[in-house]
């Protein structure tokens, strides 16, 4: 079976300071992998997806993603984060056995202080 | 542009009533979904749809129904509410498996 695992439930990071979110996956066959946001009391927004091809993948509102292949690993990543972009992430994984829908991480609160 | 709706944003129920929550898309996607999020537990599957006429269970199905009369309406029925389906519920829609999913704006499900 397609599966995320997000080990961390909480990152802290301070504005400006680069932040990661960490999400590792297990797959059979090629990994369809997918990053979510969602802020207090609002649906999913797409941040960005590894599909095929660069390992380093760039999405919406600065925010990049490194597929490693060897680490079975897809963490999100900033350089410098802002106060806005505290909220709550879900990495996902396409599973081609349930109609190409999603399975997705316990979801990782990212809390950024002024 | 419109893209997946649901309706209603929010609803109570009583133990053991029911009612449909809706989901429509205007992107002509042959692929839904829905999901409900509890917290502390990500988003977890509740049944799918791979084109009009054709639906399969999810992760976590029971207590609920679904059907698929066209590729536009994707609506999810509880059959008798129960405290354990409070929940938010979101149905998503894609075309394929290469384009990310698109989310509704939620359903906030209480059942007292």
């Known amino acids: 079976a397609q599966s995320v695992a997000q080990p961390e439930d909480q990152v802290n990071v301070a504005e400006g300071n680069p932040l990661t979110v960490k999400c590792t996956y297990s797959v059979s066959g090629n990994p369809y992998l997918f990053w979510y946001v969602q802020y207090p009391n609002r649906g999913l927004q797409f941040l960005l997806k590894y599909i095929t091809g660069d390992n380093l993948v760039k999405g919406s509102y600065g925010f990049e993603a490194e597929f490693n292949k060897s680490q079975t690993s897809f963490h999100l990543k900033k350089p410098s984060a802002l106060v806005s972009d505290s909220a709550l992430y879900f990495c996902?994984?396409?599973?081609?056995?349930?109609?190409?829908?999603?399975?997705f991480g316990k979801g990782t609160s990212l809390l950024v202080t002024p | 542009n419109a893209g997946v709706t649901q309706t209603p944003k929010f609803q109570v129920l009583k133990t053991g009533q029911s009612m449909t929550l809706q989901c429509a898309q205007d992107?002509?996607?042959?692929?839904m979904s829905w999901y409900r999020q509890d917290p502390g537990m990500g988003l977890r599957l509740i049944h799918y749809?791979?084109?009009?006429?054709?639906?399969d269970q999810g992760e976590v199905p029971n207590g609920y129904n679904v059907s698929r009369s066209t590729t536009e309406d994707f609506p999810l029925r509880l059959l008798s509410a129960a405290p354990s389906q409070t929940s938010v519920y979101f149905c998503a829609s894609t075309p394929d498996v290469y384009t990310e999913a698109f989310f509704g704006q939620g359903t906030r499900l209480t059942v007292v």
């Open positions: 749809s791979v084109g009009a006429g054709i639906t």
């Open positions: 996902a994984v396409r599973d081609p056995n349930s109609g190409y829908a999603l399975n």
């Open positions: 992107m002509n996607h042959e692929y």
